[in-house]
C-alpha cells in the first residue's frame, strides 16, 4: 500500500529503499546534516532546535536562504551542484517555486541520496530528481569536507561520546 507522502512525488513511487524506521525525533533539515537528536524547524521559536537568530522578517524563516545560514553553522558551504566529490559531503536543499524550503536530503559515499521524510522513515533513492514535487523549484547545493570522530566538530564528538 503506498505511503501517503508518495503521493507528492509520483517519479519516486517505486524507486526508493526504507533506509529506517518511522521516529518523529528528527526531521530532513536535522538529518540532512547528520543531527538525529533535534528537530530542526525555526517556528514557533524555543520550540524546535534552530542554529541561527531569527530574521528580523519572521515570514523569511523559512526562506532557502535561512536554512543555507542554518547548515553553515555545521560547516557547510554552498557549492554549484551534487555531483559525487572526493573527500566532501553534500547535501541537497529543495526550495519551492516561491524560494521556500521545502525538503533537505544528504549525499551517500555512493552518489545515491538519503532522506528522512517528515515524520516517517528515512529513505534511500538514486537521484535528487526524484523527490521534486509537481510544481518544483530550484535546489541548492551545500558541501563540507568529510569528517571523521577525531576532526567532527565539537556538537558532533559530544553526541557520539553520549551514545
Not at 62 to 71: D, E, G, H
Not at 103 to 118: E, F, T
Amino acid at each position: 500500500m503506498p505511503k501517503a507522502w508518495e503521493a507528492q512525488f509520483p517519479q519516486l513511487q517505486g524507486r526508493y529503499t526504507k533506509s529506517s524506521e518511522v521516529t518523529k525525533t528528527y526531521n530532513c533539515a536535522a538529518f540532512a546534516v547528520g543531527d538525529d537528536q533535534n528537530w530542526w524547524d525555526p517556528l514557533p521559536p524555543k520550540t524546535y532546535y534552530w542554529p541561527i537568530q531569527l530574521p528580523p522578517n519572521i515570514s523569511e524563516a523559512y526562506a532557502v536562504a535561512s536554512y543555507i545560514r542554518a547548515f553553515e553553522t555545521r560547516g557547510f558551504r554552498t557549492c554549484s551542484d551534487g555531483s559525487l566529490e572526493a573527500g566532501f559531503e553534500k547535501i541537497a536543499i529543495y526550495g519551492n517555486r516561491w524560494g521556500y524550503f521545502e525538503h533537505a536530503a544528504r549525499q551517500l559515499p555512493d552518489g545515491r541520496w538519503i532522506s528522512k521524510i517528515a515524520e516517517d522513515e528515512d529513505i534511500t533513492h538514486d537521484t535528487v530528481d526524484l523527490l521534486l514535487g509537481e510544481q518544483p523549484g530550484d535546489i541548492s547545493y551545500m558541501a563540507r569536507p568529510k569528517v571523521n570522530d577525531d576532526n567532527a566538530p565539537p556538537d558532533d564528538r559530544e553526541r557520539k561520546e553520549e551514545a
